[in-house]
């Protein structure tokens, strides 16, 4: 997507909030640039994320919050003519690398989706599902074990323990989407991709949703997407604006919130365009 | 965001300025009347500020509640955000400034029961100085002009020289005559009310430069680091 409007180039200090020295980056993104065949969706995005922080993606709708995140476990990998300029590194390894195992890699970075997808099978055997698959456990209590724990990371024990064995698909949609969540913790991720995890779901729902990512952050580093300003200002700690596939602005959110370093941000925030 | 809802909101956010300014005028006419009325003892103009409270105390409620309304319904954020938080404690300001005036005038009523104690010069500097401080810092908040609100500040230091003049001079008369000492103590009340004003007008100042350019002068603090 190219642009004939002029976006300005973030600074450096707007744009990256900068770990201490000694501080590991978890994700290191570094002159992406992303194309639909000849279309370029994303245009040189570098951005650094620490651990244990969870960063929000903003932006109207095609600004290619939701592809970039999609570049983080190569989810774009399987559209036909995409194409990925630049280095996405996790943990300092290339993910784009040509010796990377990328089913081990996207263990290491889960995803939940807008919608929810549970398997059409039990609830227990749908945070089973990738333990099994992935022969990560050796005995039933095991495997029943991280089921628990799973399901417990995900606010949802509570709600399930007694029922695991009944179907994922007559839980409501609050509880799908959590049991989704669990369904990525087990394979016990480091990172948690969520692309508008609680669009789809009632005001009760999408609180425990964010109540959720709140309390998980202590485990996880966690990205989401959302189009829903209000929630990228409760529940994250960096807020990343996109517009026309550039990064225009990547801050606290609490200053991003306040008082945006770029016009354009700030034009968006106020509702003034988009 | 749906451009009708946007419209809807500057328009709120329009009404919301309007109103305020509406307030200020009324506190500025107040100052005005409480500190004329001293100087001319006017004891028919003091009572109609001693008892005149009701219009700015109502805009206070309304003012507040109005905020209140755009917080809760509109969410805004950056620049939006920022005007409603300055909106919120201007009107603050704007109703103690109202309160001052009333407090002035009680003692502009007491003071008048007393021979003059010296022909008022300082006094009504200040209230001058205090009154264009008030209009420069609203005109600053309408017109989002910084250097007006720069200069607000600036004008502060003036106001305290004023009172510590008026203090000095006064004290000197109670020394003299200890005949003075209660209306002479008025007059210092007077400038020290007067030197409130001048610090609300600060406060509201400081308001507008952190509304445009979020900047945190308040204090004479350097801005945090982002």
Known sequence: ?274 | MDQRVVRHFQEELETLQGRLLEMGGLAEERVRVAVHSLVDRDIASIDKVLHGDEPINELHVEIDNRCFKLLALHQPMATDLRAIVAAVKINTDLERVGDLAVNIAEAARRYATHPPVKKLIDIPQMGDIAQTMLRDALDSFVRRDTVLAHQVLNEDDRLDGLKTQIFRELLSYMLQDPGTVEPALDLILISRHLERIGDHATNIAEDVIFMVSALDVRHHAPNPPA
């Open chain 1, 1 to 274: 997507m190219e642009s004939t409007v002029a976006i300005p180039r973030p600074t450096v200090k707007g744009r990256s909030p900068e770990p201490s020295p000694n501080q590991q980056l978890k994700i290191d993104v570094e002159h992406l640039s992303f194309f639909y065949g000849d279309k370029r969706a994303l245009e040189d995005i570098s951005i650094k994320i620490q651990p244990n922080v969870v960063t929000a993606f903003i932006g109207p709708s095609g600004c290619g919050k939701s592809t970039f995140l999609r570049t983080l476990n190569r989810m774009n990998d399987i559209i036909p003519g995409a194409r990925v300029d630049g280095r996405v590194c996790i943990d300092g390894e290339d993910i784009y690398g040509s010796h990377v195992d990328v089913v081990a890699m996207r263990r290491k970075v889960g995803m939940v989706f807008q919608k929810s997808n549970p398997f059409p099978k039990s609830i227990f055997e749908n945070v089973a599902y990738g333990l099994r698959i992935n022969k990560m456990t050796s005995s039933k209590s095991e495997l029943a074990g991280r089921v628990e724990e799973s399901l417990k990371q995900a606010a949802l024990w509570d709600e399930v323990k007694d029922r695991l064995h009944e179907s994922a698909l007559a839980m409501s949609g609050g509880q799908q989407q959590r049991l989704c969540i669990a369904r990525a913790l087990a394979v016990k991720p480091d990172i948690l991709l969520m692309d508008e995890p609680a669009s789809a779901l009632d005001p009760i729902a999408t609180q425990r949703i964010e109540e959720l990512i709140y309390q998980l952050k202590t485990n996880f580093t966690i990205v989401i997407v959302t189009h829903n300003m209000q929630q990228a200002a409760r529940v994250s700690d960096y807020t990343a604006f996109f517009w026309l596939g550039r990064l225009v602005e990547y801050e606290r959110t609490d200053k991003m919130f306040t008082a945006p370093s770029e016009k354009l941000t700030e034009d968006y925030l106020t509702g003034r365009f988009g």
